[in-house]
T-cell receptor
Framework: AQKVTQAQTEISVVEKEDVTLDCVYE???????LFWYKQPPSGELVFLIR??????QNEISGRYSWNFQKSTSSFNFTITASQVVDSAVYFC????????????FGEGTQLTVNP | KAGVTQTPRYLIKTRGQQVTLSCSPI?????VSWYQQTPGQGLQFLFE???????NKGNFPGRFSGRQFSNSRSEMNVSTLELGDSALYLC?????????????FGPGTRLTVL
């Protein structure tokens, strides 16, 4: 069965610090998809990125970057030069090809960026 | 393009009552999924619909049901409400279900059961 683990429950940083959110996953499928979502206090989950299991290329989008390593079953997310607006709960999620679009979420990491 | 909309945004019910939540997907999206979010259990998958057919179901009791209409709008129903059903219910839509597509979430319906 699939599983996603986000070991960091809460992280607190000062503005402009870099921060990495860890995500480790388990799956028996060879084809799967990994996602990161952001949940601000308003509650809506905001999509950040989607990667498939065949694409291990790291990705950078502005201050955000993602490091996908199949060898360690990890999909970590780094925010460079954090800002107060980055404060939110971040969720890593997994979807297996055999399970359709069903997402299995990690427990989430509460990130607080202090001014 | 308008995002996923959910109504109502807030609901207060008492134990034993039933409730219906509504979700309108992004225009053109044919798949709708529902999730329950609670502090204790986190985000859990309820069910997934595509073209009016339930394609996948999570591990929830039969009191939780749903349906999808021909215009892709979806409703979920919870009968005989229990205190533990208090949660944020999130709806998500995607273009397709297979291969797994990106799901876009609505703002949620916060249900409080007294």
């Amino acid at each position: 069965a699939q599983k996603v683990t986000q070991a960091q429950t809460e992280i607190s940083v000062v503005e402009k610090e870099d921060v990495t959110l860890d995500c480790v996953y388990e799956t028996r499928d060879t084809t799967y998809y990994l996602f990161w979502y952001k949940q601000p206090p308003s509650g809506e989950l905001v999509f950040l990125i989607r990667r498939n299991s065949f694409d291990e290329q790291n990705e950078i989008s502005g201050r955000y970057s993602w490091n996908f390593q199949k060898s360690t079953s990890s999909f970590n997310f780094t925010i460079t030069a954090s800002q107060v607006v980055d404060s939110a709960v971040y969720f890593c999620a997994l979807s297996e090809e055999t399970s359709g679009s069903r997402l299995t979420f990690g427990e989430g990491t509460q990130l607080t960026v202090n001014p | 393009k308008a995002g996923v909309t959910q109504t109502p945004r807030y609901l207060i019910k008492t134990r034993g009552q039933q409730v219906t939540l509504s979700c309108s997907p992004i225009s053109g999206h044919r798949s709708v999924s529902w999730y329950q979010q609670t502090p204790g259990q986190g985000l859990q998958f309820l069910f997934e619909y595509f073209s009016e057919t339930q394609r996948n179901k999570g591990n929830f009791p039969g009191r939780f049901s749903g349906r999808q209409f021909s215009n892709s709008r979806s409703e979920m129903n919870v009968s005989t409400l229990e205190l533990g059903d208090s949660a944020l219910y999130l709806c998500a839509s995607s273009l397709v279900t297979r291969p797994p597509d990106t799901q876009y979430f609505g703002p949620g319906t916060r249900l409080t059961v007294l």
